[in-house]
């Protein structure tokens, strides 16, 4: 989020202090992240030492912060994990939020200093440990498994019936209408496209694996001594392993990448139906967030430009364009 959520430096550093001990002599708001529920800060101690704050509304998805926990207490060096509170608790309620606490990591994300060969490779590695990872009952009975049924796609006509019924009488939402229109075609196609790959994906089964399920270069941070962390698992799932490998990009990098991974055949369908449906996903919160009269305008606005990002040369609509040139996707 772009701008600040209705809660006071104060009453975050109270929180940090009954919840996990922490004395905070400061608490900065980062605008950071793409997660239109969620806010980040800085918390710095008196001792100098600093954690990550997250702050969500409403309340989390448990596996989004247990499982991490798990990964963590496992060995998995590379995933940063919330720190359990005093208490034991994972989170904290705070007057319709919820607050938890990570390490801070002192790193640049991927996405803007790049990975080196030997990075890729300890990716992949860690990728098809991941994968490979069983959890206990209980636990994965708290995470998501793929049911192939785009979420994107009901989101995504209601708001080409609200774009089509009145235009929006502010600059940004008359700005969408616009794409909106210029890109109607794809859009209402990519909503059915996912719909019928979800149901032919369905139909036949695929083995589900443990999945970050948003595994970017944005989501991976490298710090000065060259060490990788993966971050933010909100979207953590029971899903083929193709839902994380779709992120893997072409040529030598992905080359490196399989070398730790191992040798694996993708299903071209199953990579064509995330294809699509990281599409309409995407349409569909990014359309929405231009329209959502509670966020603010430079969110809004970061929005709308994401928004006509997505028909890009290179870009979501593209890769699934290409995804359905395989002549074994029908």
Not at 113 to 141: E, I, K, M, N, Y
Request: a negative charge.
């Amino acid at each position: 989020m772009r701008e600040r959520p209705p809660i006071s430096d104060r009453d975050l550093a109270a929180a940090v202090a009954a919840g996990w001990g922490v004395a905070a002599v400061s608490v900065e708001f980062l605008p950071v992240g793409d997660d239109s529920r969620a806010w980040s800060f800085r918390v710095v101690a008196g001792d100098g030492g600093r954690q990550f704050l997250k702050v969500r509304r409403g309340p989390v998805d448990p596996a989004a912060v247990l499982v991490p926990m798990f990964l963590r207490n496992q060995g998995f060096e590379q995933v940063v994990a919330a720190v359990p509170a005093v208490a034991g608790d994972p989170w904290r309620p705070l007057d319709g939020f919820t607050v938890l606490l990570y390490p801070w990591v002192e790193g640049v994300p991927a996405m803007e200093r790049g990975l080196t060969d030997r990075q890729w490779v300890a990716l992949g590695r860690f990728v098809a440990v991941l994968h490979g990872t069983v959890l206990p009952p209980s636990l994965a009975a708290t995470v998501t498994r793929e049911r192939f049924v785009p979420w994107g796609a009901g989101p995504v006509r209601a708001l080409d019936r609200q774009l089509g019924q009145a235009r929006p009488r502010d600059p940004l939402g008359r700005e969408l209408a616009g794409l909106w229109q210029a890109h109607r075609d794809v859009i209402t196609f990519a909503a059915d496209r996912a719909e019928r790959l979800g149901r032919v994906v369905a139909d036949a089964g695929p083995r589900l694996a443990l999945c970050h399920a948003d595994l970017h270069t944005a989501n991976l941070l490298v710090d000065a001594d060259d060490r990788l962390f993966v971050v933010d698992w909100d979207g953590v799932q029971l899903a083929p392993a193709e839902r994380d490998l779709l992120f893997v990009p072409a040529g030598s990098q992905r080359a490196r990448f399989f070398d730790g991974y191992g040798p694996v055949t993708l299903d071209p369908a199953v990579v064509a139906y995330f294809r699509w449906e990281w599409v309409v996903q995407e349409l569909a919160d990014y359309g929405g967030r231009v329209l959502d009269g509670r966020l603010g305008e430079e969110t809004r606005r970061h929005a709308v430009a994401e928004f006509r990002q997505l028909f890009a040369p290179g870009n979501v609509v593209e890769a699934a364009r290409e995804a359905d040139r395989r002549p074994e996707v029908s």
